[in-house]
C-alpha cells in the first residue's frame, strides 16, 4: 500500500500527466520583483504539463490572508495558497482542511535537503507535513545609502553603532538618518531586528525560544528599549507610508539608512542600484550576524478530487525542486530554502545572507515563536512607542505583559 | 403628524369576511418574507453569533471554548482600543455637525430661486459615486506635503508655509474630515434641500406676514418642521460613521503617530484577520453594536413607540 | 405636519425671491455656491490632470497645473496593461465581471427593498415595524464584522463562491436603506388611490404592479443610483464571497492601487480610479434630477 502510494506519488511527479489539472494559487505577491518571481512559480509548472491560475490579491497578507481563510472554511477553496509559515495556518491544519504532503516530502526526501531544518518544522503538525516552505526571508537588515555619507566625507558605517555616532551629522546636512514607514509592522520589524544585534544570541533565545520572561524583563533587553529610543530620534521627520516608499528615501539618497527585511534589495535592483557601490548592506545590523528565518509556504487545501489533489502533489514537490528555487529566490531576493543548489548569480546582499545561512547563524522567526495574536499586540505598542514620546520603561514594561499573555 | 398615523395603521386589509389571523395579509406576509429572514438570520442571529463567540478563545477558527468577559479585560485595557473610541467619538461628532450643518445652509443658498441649480447640485453631488478608496487616495495626493497644497504654495514662494494635516498627529483627524465632507456633504444637501422644497408655501407667507426675518422662519418654524428629515439624514450619517474605515485605511493607515487616525472598525478588523484573535475581534465588534444600541433604541422607542399614543 | 404630497414634492424652489440680478445679496450668493464648487471640483480636477501627465512631469510640477504635454498613457496602462500578479491586462479584466454582478444584485435588491416598502406602509402586520427596525439597525453593524457569519450560512446553503451568493449578499445590505427609503416613499402616495383599488378588488400584487410602480419612478431612480454605486465600488464582498473567475473591476483597482513598486505612480492610479469610476458618475450625471426628486420624497417622511 504504502510502496504504490510512494510509486504513484513519484510516477505522477516526473511523468507529463495526459490532461492539464487546473490549480488556482492565492498569494500577495503583486510588487514589481515579487510578481517576477510568481511568474516563475507559474511557468515551470505549467511546463510540467498543469496549469497555473493566478489568484493574486494585493494590499499584503493583512488584506489578502482573510479573504484566503474565508474561501477555505466557507467550502471553496483554492488550488494552493500562500502563508508565511509558521503559525498562521495552524488552525486550518487542525481543523482537517489541508492537504497531508507528507508523502510527497518523504518520496523527495525533503528532510535531509531543506535547510535550515527549522522551515520544515514550521510545516509540520503533529508528525505530518502540511507545507511546502519556497523562500527564507529574514528582516534583521540596514540599507545604507553610500553616496549620503560620501557627500558628508564620511565612511560608510560598518555597525548600528557607527550609524547611531553618525547621524547628528546627517542631520545637520539635512538629510533624514533613519526612513521609517509608518505602517505598525515596519516599527515591529525595526525592533525587532535591534532585539537580536543589541541584546545579543543568547538573551534572545532565552526570551523568544524558551520563553524565559525574567530575561525579557532585564537589563539586556531594557538596553534593546534604550537603543530604540535612540533610534526613534533619529527616525523623527520620517512621513511616508509604505516600506517602499522608505527604502526609495535611501534609494534617492535623502535619508542615510532604513531597516528592513532582505526584500528591499528588490528595490534597489530595480532602481538599478548595485550592491557594495551604491548602498551597503548590513545583516544583524552589522552588530551580530545572526539572521531569522521567516518566510514563505505554500498550504494545500483539500478538494476531495483525486485528479486535483495529484496535481496538487505535483506543485509541492516542484516548488522545492532546485531548478524552481533557483529561479524563484533570484528574481525575489530572497534566500532558497535548500542548501544543495549554485547561486553564484546572487549580488553582494544576497551572498552575505547565504553565507551567514551556511554558517549556521539562524534563528527561528517571529511567526514561528509566537502567534499572530502576540505579534499583533507587540506591533500595537511598537507603533506607539516609535511614534510617540513613550518612555523605554514603561514600553518595556508592557511589552513584557504581552509576550506574557501568549504563553 | 395625523396622516402619517393613519397612514401607518389605517390601510390594512378592509375586507369584512373574517379570516384566521395569520392567514391575513398573506401576500404581503409572503412578500415580507426576504426581510424577515435578512432582520432575523442576517442582522439578528449575526450579531447573536458575534456575542457569543465574544465570550470563546476562539483564535482563527470559531470555536466554543467559554473564557467568560476575558476578551473584554483585554480590550479594555488596551490603549489602542480606547484611542480608537476616542478619535470615532471626535470625528463622530466633528462630523455629523459639519455635514448637517454645511449640508442644511448649502440647501438654503440652493433654494434661494438660483440659477444653473442643476449644475450647482451636480457638482456637489458626484463625489457620492466614488468610493472611499478613491475619495481617500485623492485627498492623500492633495494634502501630500511635496506635491500637494502645501508644495504648491511653497512654490508659488510663501516658503514658510505649512499645510500638512496627514502627518501630524494632532491634525490627522481634521485631514480625514476634510476627505469626508468632500464625499458626503452632497448627499445631506441634497436630502435637506427635499425637506426645504416640501415645506408648504404657506407657512413662508404667514411668516412673512408676520414680520419674522428670514433666519428666524428658518431656525424657528422650518427646521423643526424638517425633523424627519433630519433624522434621515442622521441615520444615514452615523451609520457610516461607525462604519468608518476604509477611509483612514486609504489615507492613513491608522497613523501618523501610530494610533492618531485609528477606529474601532479598524481595531476590529486587524484583530480578526491578522492578529487571529476572533474572539478578541468579536468583543471589540460587540462593543461597536452595544454603542449603536444605545443611540438607536430611545430613537426607534419615539419613533414606534411614540406613534400609537399619537 | 401636512401629508407630503407628490405635487408639493416637486414644486419649484421657495425661499424669499430673488430682486436683482446683482444684488449685494446675489453676489455673496454665488459668490459662496462657487467657492464650495471649486472645493467640490478641485479633487476631480486634480485626478484628470494627474492622469494626463507622465511621471516625471508629476514628479516635477504642481499637481494642479494641466500637463505641459497631454499623454493618454497612464489610461492605457490602467486599462489594459496594469498587473495584477501574472495577469497584465489592467481594469479590462474585472470591467465584464463588475457589470455581470452589479446587474442582477441592482434588479434583486431594488425589488425585494420596494415590496418590502410597499407592504410596511400598505399592509402592515402584527410585528412588520420590529423588523423594519431591526433592518435599520442591521445598517449600523460594520460589514467588516458580519464576515464570518455570513461566510458559513452561505456555506450551509451551498451558495458560497457562486454569483447568486454574492448577489444575495449585496442584496442583504442594501435593504436596510432602501426599504427606508421606499417605505418613506409609498407613505406618501395618497391613500384614497390604495383604497379605492382596493375597492376594485385589486389585490397585494396588482396594486404593487399597476399603483405603486408605474408612480415612483423617481424613488427607483434613487434606489437605481446608491445600489450601482454601492455595488459597483464595493471590493471587500466581491473578493471574498467569489471565485477569482467573478473578481470586479475593484480588485484590479486595489491590486493597482496598492502594490507600489518604487515611487507610486500616480498618474496610472488617478487614471484607474477615474476609469473604475465612471460607471457611477455617468449613471448620476445623466440622472442627476430624479435622484433628487426621488430623494425628497424618499427622506422628508420619517
Request: charged share 15%; with cysteine; aromatic share 10%.
Amino acid at each position: 500500500m504504502r510502496v504504490s502510494k510512494l510509486t504513484a506519488v513519484l510516477c505522477a511527479s516526473v511523468a507529463m500527466p495526459a490532461m492539464a489539472t487546473e490549480l488556482e494559487v492565492t498569494h500577495w505577491w503583486t510588487s514589481g520583483g515579487e510578481a517576477a518571481a510568481v511568474a516563475e512559480l507559474a511557468k515551470a509548472f505549467d511546463a510540467s504539463g498543469d496549469k497555473w491560475v493566478d489568484g493574486a490579491i494585493a494590499g499584503g497578507g493583512g488584506t489578502a490572508r482573510p479573504i484566503m481563510i474565508s474561501r477555505i472554511t466557507g467550502g471553496d477553496p483554492m488550488g494552493a495558497t500562500q502563508f508565511n509559515h509558521g503559525q498562521q495556518a495552524l488552525e486550518l491544519v487542525e481543523a482537517g482542511l489541508m492537504l497531508d504532503l507528507t508523502d510527497v516530502a518523504e518520496a523527495n526526501n525533503w528532510k535531509e535537503i531543506i535547510n535550515p531544518p527549522s522551515l520544515l518544522e514550521a510545516c509540520t503538525v503533529d508528525g505530518r507535513i502540511y507545507c511546502a516552505p519556497v523562500n527564507i526571508h529574514s528582516p534583521e537588515w540596514l540599507w545604507l545609502s553610500n553616496k549620503v555619507y560620501e557627500d558628508l566625507g564620511l565612511p560608510v558605517p560598518k555597525d548600528w553603532n557607527e550609524f547611531v555616532a553618525s547621524a547628528p551629522k546627517v542631520r545637520e546636512a539635512g538629510k533624514l538618518p533613519l526612513a521609517l514607514g509608518d505602517q505598525p509592522w515596519q516599527s515591529n520589524l525595526a525592533f525587532g531586528a535591534m532585539q537580536i544585534a543589541v541584546a545579543g544570541l543568547d538573551a534572545w533565545k532565552a526570551v523568544n525560544v524558551d520563553k524565559n520572561m525574567d530575561v525579557a524583563a532585564g537589563p539586556e533587553y531594557a538596553k534593546v528599549f534604550q537603543a530604540a529610543a535612540e533610534a526613534r530620534e533619529l527616525a523623527k521627520g520620517s512621513n511616508v507610508q509604505d516600506w517602499n516608499q522608505a527604502t526609495n528615501l535611501v534609494i534617492t539618497d535623502q535619508a542615510a539608512g532604513q531597516i528592513m527585511g532582505d526584500w528591499a534589495q528588490g528595490e534597489f535592483q530595480v532602481a538599478g542600484k548595485v550592491a557594495g557601490t551604491d548602498y551597503t548592506c548590513l545583516p544583524g545590523l552589522g552588530l551580530n550576524e545572526y539572521i531569522s528565518t521567516g518566510g514563505d509556504a505554500f498550504y494545500f487545501p483539500k478538494l476531495n478530487d483525486p485528479e486535483k489533489e495529484a496535481a496538487q502533489k505535483r506543485l509541492a514537490a516542484l516548488l522545492v525542486s532546485p531548478e524552481v528555487q533557483v529561479a524563484f529566490n533570484l528574481k525575489k531576493g530572497s534566500l532558497p530554502i535548500r542548501g544543495d543548489i549554485d547561486l553564484s548569480a546572487a549580488n553582494d546582499c544576497m551572498k552575505k545572507g547565504l553565507k551567514i545561512l551556511a554558517g549556521g547563524n539562524i534563528v527561528p522567526s517571529g511567526d514561528m515563536n509566537w502567534s499572530p495574536d502576540v505579534q499583533k499586540q507587540a506591533e500595537d505598542l511598537m507603533v506607539e512607542f516609535w511614534k510617540s514620546d513613550m518612555a523605554p520603561e514603561v514600553a518595556h514594561q508592557k511589552w513584557v505583559e504581552i509576550l506574557k499573555s501568549g504563553l | 403628524m395625523a396622516s402619517t398615523t393613519e397612514a401607518a395603521t389605517g390601510r390594512q386589509g378592509t375586507e369584512a369576511r373574517p379570516r384566521a389571523r395569520w392567514t391575513r395579509n398573506i401576500s404581503a406576509k409572503i412578500a415580507a418574507i426576504p426581510m424577515i429572514a435578512t432582520a432575523l438570520v442576517v442582522f439578528v442571529g449575526g450579531t447573536i453569533w458575534t456575542v457569543v463567540y465574544s465570550f470563546t478563545d476562539s483564535k482563527l477558527l470559531p470555536r466554543l471554548r467559554w473564557v467568560g468577559f476575558d476578551q473584554y479585560e483585554r480590550l479594555w485595557s488596551q490603549n489602542r482600543w480606547l484611542i480608537s473610541i476616542e478619535n470615532l467619538m471626535f470625528y463622530g461628532v466633528m462630523s455629523l455637525v459639519f455635514t448637517v450643518t454645511m449640508g442644511f445652509i448649502l440647501a438654503v443658498l440652493m433654494d434661494q430661486k438660483i440659477r444653473f441649480e442643476d449644475t450647482f447640485r451636480t457638482i456637489m453631488l458626484y463625489p457620492f459615486a466614488l468610493s472611499f478608496i478613491v475619495t481617500g487616495l485623492v485627498w492623500q495626493w492633495i494634502l501630500n506635503p511635496q506635491f500637494g497644497i502645501q508644495g504648491v504654495v511653497r512654490d508659488m514662494g510663501w516658503t514658510s508655509f505649512s499645510f500638512d494635516p496627514l502627518n501630524n498627529p494632532q491634525t490627522v483627524l481634521y485631514g480625514l474630515l476634510i476627505a469626508g465632507l468632500w464625499q458626503g456633504t452632497g448627499f445631506v444637501m441634497c436630502l435637506m434641500l427635499a425637506g426645504l422644497r416640501g415645506i408648504d408655501e404657506d407657512i413662508w407667507k404667514a411668516a412673512r406676514v408676520d414680520g419674522i426675518p428670514t433666519w428666524k422662519t428658518y431656525v424657528m418654524v422650518i427646521i423643526p418642521m424638517m425633523r424627519p428629515v433630519f433624522i434621515t439624514t442622521l441615520v444615514i450619517v452615523a451609520s457610516g460613521i461607525i462604519r468608518l474605515y476604509d477611509l483612514v485605511v486609504a489615507m492613513t493607515s491608522g497613523g501618523p503617530g501610530g494610533n492618531a487616525s485609528q477606529v474601532p472598525a479598524m481595531y476590529v478588523y486587524d484583530y480578526m484577520f491578522q492578529a487571529q484573535n476572533l474572539g478578541q475581534g468579536f468583543a471589540a465588534s460587540t462593543m461597536m453594536l452595544l454603542s449603536v444600541l444605545i443611540v438607536l433604541i430611545p430613537w426607534a422607542y419615539l419613533e414606534f413607540g411614540g406613534k400609537k399614543h399619537g | 405636519m401636512a401629508d407630503l404630497s407628490m405635487s408639493s414634492a416637486m414644486t419649484g424652489p421657495r425661499g424669499a425671491r430673488p430682486k436683482r440680478a446683482l444684488s449685494p445679496r446675489n453676489i455673496m450668493l454665488y459668490g459662496i455656491l462657487i467657492v464650495v464648487c471649486l472645493y467640490y471640483l478641485l479633487p476631480l480636477w486634480v485626478m484628470v490632470m494627474t492622469s494626463l501627465k507622465g511621471m516625471p512631469e508629476v514628479r516635477m510640477g504642481n499637481i494642479f497645473a494641466p500637463p505641459v504635454e497631454i499623454t493618454f498613457q497612464p489610461w492605457v496602462k490602467a486599462w489594459a496593461e496594469a498587473c495584477t500578479g501574472l495577469n497584465c491586462d489592467g481594469l479590462s479584466r474585472g470591467f465584464w465581471n463588475s457589470v455581470i454582478i452589479t446587474v442582477p444584485s441592482v434588479i434583486l435588491s431594488i425589488a425585494i427593498a420596494s415590496v418590502n416598502g410597499y407592504a410596511l406602509i400598505n399592509w402592515k402586520f402584527k410585528g412588520s415595524d420590529i423588523f423594519f427596525t431591526i433592518l435599520i439597525f442591521g445598517s449600523f453593524i460594520p460589514y467588516q464584522i458580519m464576515l464570518y457569519p455570513i461566510v458559513i450560512l452561505l456555506r450551509e446553503m451551498g451558495l458560497y463562491g457562486s454569483l447568486w451568493g454574492l448577489v444575495l449578499v449585496h442584496s442583504v445590505f442594501g435593504m436596510p436603506i432602501l426599504t427606508l427609503l421606499f417605505r418613506n416613499y409609498f407613505s406618501s402616495i395618497p391613500e384614497e388611490l390604495f383604497k379605492a383599488a382596493r375597492v376594485d378588488g385589486a389585490g397585494f400584487w396588482g396594486i404593487y404592479f399597476r399603483i405603486m410602480l408605474p408612480m415612483s419612478l423617481p424613488i427607483f431612480v434613487v434606489a437605481l443610483i446608491l445600489q450601482v454605486t454601492g455595488i459597483w465600488n464595493d471590493f471587500l464582498f466581491g473578493v471574498v464571497y467569489t471565485k477569482p473567475a467573478y473578481y470586479p473591476m475593484t480588485v484590479q483597482l486595489n491590486n493597482i492601487v496598492n502594490s507600489v513598486q518604487g515611487v507610486k505612480e500616480y498618474n496610472v492610479n488617478m487614471a484607474a480610479t477615474l476609469l473604475t469610476g465612471l460607471v457611477p458618475l455617468v449613471v448620476y450625471f445623466v440622472s442627476g434630477k430624479l435622484f433628487v426628486r426621488g430623494i425628497a420624497a424618499g427622506a422628508v417622511k420619517g
